[in-house]
Structures are given as C-alpha cells and as structure tokens.
C-alpha cells in the first residue's frame, strides 16, 4: 500500500473501502471481503449506521488494529460539544476500538465549531489520531482553520473526474488539508463506467475505467475510497498500484471536469434542510 502524511505526521493508505450506503445488515460480511482483498483503509460515519459491522469485521479479522486506519464521521445530529463527545464514545464502542485513526465533521451544518472542539478534546485524549472535515467548501474551511486550535488534517468532497474541486484544492494545499474524495465514480452517474473518453484511455493500459478513475485522483495527490458491495470489484478497485498515467493522459482527465456536483449544491438552502432534516 502506498501512503499520504498528514500535517500532524500521521500516514494514510492512499486507498481504502467505503461504506456508504452498505446495508448494515451486509457491512460486517462486505468488510471482511474487503479486509480478504487487502483494504486496511476503511470508511464509514455515524450516518450510515453500519459503525457495528465495521467493527465487528476488523475485530474478527485477525488482523491487528494497527494495520488499519478506520474513519468515521460525526452526524449534524450529534453536533454540538456535549452531543458530539457524547456520540464519538458511541462510536468507540461500535467500532470496538479504543481509537479512531480519522474523526470528521460530516456536514458543515448545525453547531460544527462545538463539534469541532469535542473533536479537539478527543484528539488531545489520544481517542482520535486525526482530525478532519468532509463538504467544506473553500469559505467554510478557511474559517474553521483560522479559528480551531489543532487544524483539520483531511477534508473529504465529492470528487471524480467530472468535478475535480479545482478552486477548493487551492485552499485545501494552502492550509496543508488533504484532499479525500467521496463518490470517486460519481456512484455510477452519468454512465460514467461507459463513458467514451475514460474507456478509450482506461484501454491504453489494459484497465477498467474504474481503475482509471481511481488511479487518476491518487495520482492528483486525492486520497480514494470507492465503494461495492461485490468482492471482484473490490479488488479490481484496489489494483491500482501497478501502472501510471502517462503526461498526456493526466492532461486529457484533467480537461474532463465540468466543475459542477453530480448530487447536490451545498450552498442551497434545500440542501441544509434537507441535511439537518437527515435523523440517525
Ligand atoms: N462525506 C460524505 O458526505 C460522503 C458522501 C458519499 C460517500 N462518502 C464516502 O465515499 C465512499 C465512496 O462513495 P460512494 O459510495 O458514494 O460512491 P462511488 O464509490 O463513487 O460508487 C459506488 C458505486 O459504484 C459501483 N462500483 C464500485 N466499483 C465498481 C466497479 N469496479 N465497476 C463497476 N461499478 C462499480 C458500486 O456498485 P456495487 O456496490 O453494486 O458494486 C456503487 O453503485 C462511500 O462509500 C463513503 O464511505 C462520503
């Protein structure tokens, strides 16, 4: 596995597995075939309420904690200092862990600088290795990092081809936050595993446009954490450490980006209704 550093030292597989709309019924079995397939790098939040299949896989795998790096993330419903302290030992527990190697703000809505300290607290604690963000844009993310004692190491946002987080990343690079993406394959959208251009170039070094979408970000310096639920495409999506783009390709990629979300617009005042609406 290949690493990125963090800002306060700490080294993150550049790929892990993501667990975002994976039954909770399903995570613990998904999880244990991603662990079978080499993922350390695992993915999960509060919201998706799939923490206990997580940690009931990575404690049944015999594979010793150290080697994993677990992310979860706190809901807007937890937010808050009190709540979102209350909801990380919560999570603790799911997880059947002491620590979580990554802790994020999930959504920049409801009273995130309070969760924010919790954050602070629980990493000053030792019960979180790093500290982190997900959906901050450029202005909310500043803001955070001029007014938090220990700065957010991470900041995870829609990223794939088609919306690369140009502007963002500038920010992100400025304040020394790594860029994660979420939805890496736009979760399908668009035919985005048909599209002309990816697989005429995905074809070039024999591989499948996933593989070309993943190896692209990893190669931009974006930490990736696609999601499925099948085990062969778990491991086509972790085979990514054996080719690299050539110039030409990386510029043919970068051009594809429309700047604009397959999902949804985080500065619409719907989607902070919709959001804080969102009960776990
Ligand atoms: N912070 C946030 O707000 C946020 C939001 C969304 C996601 N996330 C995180 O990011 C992770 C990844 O994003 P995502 O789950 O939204 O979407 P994604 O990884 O872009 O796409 C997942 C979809 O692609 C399919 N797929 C996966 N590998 C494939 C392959 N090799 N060939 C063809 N199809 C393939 C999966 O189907 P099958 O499962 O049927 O194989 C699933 O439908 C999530 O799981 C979650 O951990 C975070």
């Not at 024999?206 to 974006?222: D, H, M, N, P, T």
């Amino acid at each position: 596995m290949e690493y990125f550093t963090l800002s306060n030292g700490l080294k993150m597989p550049k790929l892990g597995y993501g667990v975002y709309q994976v039954d909770p019924a399903e995570a613990q079995r998904c999880v244990s075939e991603a662990i079978a397939a080499g993922y350390r790098h695992i993915d999960t939040a509060q919201a998706y309420r799939n923490e206990e299949g997580v940690g009931a896989a990575v404690s049944q795998s015999g594979v010793p904690r150290e080697e994993f790096f677990l992310t979860t993330k706190v809901w807007i419903s937890n937010a808050g200092e009190e709540a979102a302290a209350r909801s990380i030992d919560e999570s603790l527990k799911k997880l059947r862990t002491d620590y979580i190697d990554l802790l994020l703000i999930h959504q920049p809505f409801g009273d995130y600088y309070g969760t924010y300290r919790a954050m602070e607290q629980a990493y000053a604690q030792g019960q979180v290795k790093a500290v982190g963000v997900s959906n901050f844009f450029a202005d909310r993310l500043v803001d955070l990092c001029l007014h938090c004692k220990i700065p957010p190491m991470v900041n995870q946002m829609e990223t794939h081809v088609f919306y690369q987080q140009k502007q963002t990343r500038i920010w992100m690079d400025k304040y020394k936050v790594l860029h994660e993406s979420w939805g890496p394959f736009a979760e399908g959208r668009n035919n985005f595993f048909s599209h002309p251009e990816l697989t005429r170039i995905a074809s070039k070094y024999g591989k499948s446009v996933a593989q070309l979408a993943l190896r692209f970000l990893i190669e931009k310096g974006v930490a990736v954490i696609p999601k499925s639920t099948h085990k062969e495409r778990m491991a086509e999506n972790f085979a990514i450490f054996d080719f690299k783009l050539e110039e030409e390709d990386l510029k043919a990629l970068t051009a594809l980006d429309a700047n604009k979300s397959s999902f949804l617009d985080h500065y619409a005042p719907e989607t902070a209704e919709m959001l804080s609406g969102w009960k776990i």
